[in-house]
T-cell receptor, first 116, second 118 residues
Framework: EAGVTQFPSHSVIEKGQTVTLRCDPISGHDNLYWYRRVMGKEIKFLLHFVKESKQDESGMPNNRFLAERTGGTYSTLKVQPAELEDSGVYFC??????????????FGPGTRLLVL | AQKITQTQPGMFVQEKEAVTLDCTYDTSDPSYGLFWYKQPSSGEMIFLIYQGSYDQQNATEGRYSLNFQKARKSANLVISASQLGDSAMYFCAMRDPASLYNFNKFYFGSGTKLNVKP
């Protein structure tokens, strides 16, 4: 069974540009999460989808970040326009069990974003 | 407020010895879950072990065990018989207590970088 996949693995862009990150969760997982780790700090929650609906987006830093999950399958996270402080590793995770507290979230390998 | 605290930014251990990675957490809810993840240099986050707040026994998974001390709010990871491949960053995480809107949010510590010496 394929795990959570993320694309691209690395992205280097200039300040002011737009970047779109993609996450494909494990097949059948209703829950999809985005997290971010800024250099040297803890991994922080950004938002949570249940199928195509945003369940919790309390961690989104500002309105330059837009997440979508059309059709309840893969998700995209767009940063527009990117700023220097957006640099970090963006992780996607998925878990089973809509409406149930799932035991484990399975993480993708992350996308390393560097904004110059 | 910090929910998960990992006080050891870096640790060294000799191959074949045991090592304990510290994790303390903060919650007032009686229902929660605690997790450890391993992140090798390749970057992926690998789930290691889970402990539920109501579990009577400490969780074990092969060479990994979780020393769960509820009263002290600590959930230390113990790796027995360390191997070179255990060198990685280790993250402790807590699942947000069940609530209507954010029951699955995870809080992470800042991580501990473990180096296993041959």
């Amino acid at each position: 069974e394929a795990g959570v996949t993320q694309f691209p693995s690395h992205s280097v862009i200039e300040k002011g540009q737009t970047v779109t990150l993609r996450c494909d969760p494990i097949s059948g997982h209703d829950n999809l999460y985005w997290y971010r780790r800024v250099m040297g700090k803890e991994i922080k929650f950004l938002l949570h989808f249940v199928k195509e609906s945003k369940q919790d987006e309390s961690g989104m830093p500002n309105n330059r970040f837009l997440a979508e999950r059309t059709g309840g399958t893969y998700s995209t996270l767009k940063v527009q326009p990117a700023e220097l402080e957006d640099s970090g590793v963006y992780f996607c995770a998925s878990s089973q069990g809509r409406g149930l507290p799932a035991k484990t979230q399975y993480f993708g390998p992350g996308t390393r974003l560097l904004v110059l | 407020a910090q929910k998960i605290t990992q006080t050891q930014p870096g640790m060294f251990v000799q191959e074949k010895e045991a090592v304990t990675l510290d994790c303390t957490y903060d919650t007032s809810d009686p229902s929660y879950g605690l997790f450890w993840y391993k992140q090798p240099s390749s970057g992926e986050m690998i789930f290691l072990i889970y402990q539920g707040s109501y579990d009577q026994q400490n969780a074990t998974e092969g060479r990994y065990s979780l020393n769960f001390q509820k009263a002290r709010k600590s959930a230390n990871l113990v790796i027995s018989a360390s191997q070179l491949g255990d060198s990685a960053m280790y993250f402790c995480a807590m699942r947000d207590p069940a609530s209507l809107y954010n029951f699955n949010k995870f809080y992470f510590g800042s991580g501990t970088k473990l180096n296993v010496k041959p």
